[in-house]
């Protein structure tokens, strides 16, 4: 039993709230009497709310997110029907801003906005001793991080063996790109640089290898970054993996030198390129150096091992398909390992919302808030965008088709991938849950149906690359007489539909 219990509902199992690790350990002398639950949005809110009061608690506080705000949202509404005595606090980024119009705060007894580190604390000391603040609505200051205690022993033996480890070296972001709520703070604040590495040794100690850092900018500054990669550099074994966050157009020498000593499997680097587009770049306030992204894009491709994940935005202020084909294009011969195709959010409080009307941008009004249509890219090919993303996802980026590759890209990537994920769609109309076996073989149709490749150049490359995952079975593309019989009778049904299609169009125009 606790009297305070901090929870929220994490996307998957293998996740960790560091926000709720944080908290606990600023609690001070009300930690003993508080603790974590943490739960995932895949389980029943009545569950949930079941297992919060078998506890008994008298504080409940949630850390409410972009994914799991739905789902709290009926959990809390239960806990408040069930013990409306019961005392939930509110935090977290998806209820920091914009928050008088979401139907969760009604349900709250009270809201921190902003880092809730020490203001939590704070809170729950005079709810407890009976002088509850009058305010619902406490908007909490940055506080110094060399004040805060660090959370790293709060992760479980359980945490260790099963969960990601999310650690930061600072907080907080000195660029302005408006798509980010990193944008809304002034600077990026270092955490004391010695405190932090015993903190990591102590986790290196208990088995740790795999370490997520969560910093904005961790090639901000040369100097720390450098030391951090020695840090890690020292303790080199086979398990090690470090997951980073780096500024495209930021690779100073020291860090360099640092990075090729890192042997294959090790690094992987998080890149926001978001846009090559100059004018959507000055429209949404970013500052990228386009030509020093391409030469570190290319350096630490060709020189290092690390494995690099690029991101691209679709559907920014400005930027219309050919627009985004181009950058996307551009990427691809830049030849990173993913490149990870993101449909625009318009986060509560960040600032590209001041671009709404001017390029009427409407976005779902439930979560994720993606952008549904713009005037720049209308709704029927914001929905092919978001099918191409999902189907570069499962193939370009899962690195299963190497020798497909070059076949399906061509010398037109954009261009031909769209055509491809425009007949996947026509003849599935699915884009999840394929097994590897269909997907081979739809990959093997549609590399000779709708893009032109050879039968035998298609068969062959994607021999090899089913050989290569290791995959047993034999699929069909790769039985030749059979799939022939087959692709002539797939291209007969699809004929005959055709012809019934127009058939009864001729009978009844309204018909479809």
Known sequence: ???????TLNARYFHSSLGLRYLLANLGEL??????????????PLDIAEALLAEQPRIVGFGVYIWNVAETTQVVALLKRVRPDLIIVLGGPEVSHEWAEQPIIGLANYLVTGPADLAFARLCRRVLANDPPVEKVIAAEYPPLDQLALPYRLYTD????????????SRGCPFRCEFCLSALDKTAWPFPLELFLAEIQQLYDRGVRHFKFVDRTFNLNAKVGARILDFFLERLDERLF???ELIPDHLPEPLKERIVRFPPGTLQFEIGVQTFNPAVQALIDRKQDNRKTEENLTWLRQHTHAHLHADLIVG??????SSFAAGFDRLVALDPHEIQVGILKRLRGAPISRHTVEFDCRYNPHPPYNLLCSGSVDFATMRRLERFARYWDLIGNSGRFRHARPLLLGNDPF??????????FAGTEQTYRFALERL?????????ESLGVAEPAAREALTLDYRANGARGRPEFM???QTQDSTQSVTRRKSAATSNRQARHRINPLQS
Request: hydrophobic fraction near 55%.
């Open 1 to 7: 039993m606790a009297a305070i219990l901090l929870s």
């Open 31 to 44: 930690q003993a009497d508080a603790a974590i639950r943490e739960f995932i949005i895949t389980q029943r």
């Open 158 to 169: 359980e945490d260790i063996a099963h969960r990601l480890i999310y650690v930061e070296a």
């Open 242 to 244: 470090l997951h980073l």
């Open 316 to 321: 920014l202020p400005g930027e219309n398909l």
């Open 415 to 424: 261009g031909r991938f769209m055509i491809l994920s425009d007949w996947l």
């Open 440 to 448: 081979f073989d739809l990959l093997y149709r549609g590399l000779i």
């Open 479 to 481: 039985h030749p007489l």
